[in-house]
């Protein structure tokens, strides 16, 4: 794989990473509010996010080029090992 690609997927490894960690932070917030009426609206919140198709496209939008990124990188790196393993030379014509 080349090391740009491996760069980017490790920038995209760690932001998740972060990402991660603020969800973890915001859930312990919700979990441990005395609002219980902010905790419904966090979970109305993410159900909408994650259900409505308005804010799939938008999510989609975001995400679909970099994984579409990685999968080339990934298969231009089965290309590259698949033409290694063919011979150059000494194969009949």
Known sequence: MEESA??????????????????????????????????????SALTLLMQAPEHRQVID???DPHIEKIMRALDDQEAVASL??????GLPN
């Open 61 to 63: 939008a975001k995400f």
């Open 84 to 89: 290694l393993r063919t011979p150059t030379k």
């Open 6 to 43: 491996k760069e980017y997927i490790r920038l995209l490894l760690n932001h998740i990473k972060e990402l991660y960690c603020e969800n973890e932070a915001l859930k312990a917030l919700f979990r441990t509010s005395p609002m219980p009426s902010l905790r419904e609206q966090w979970k």
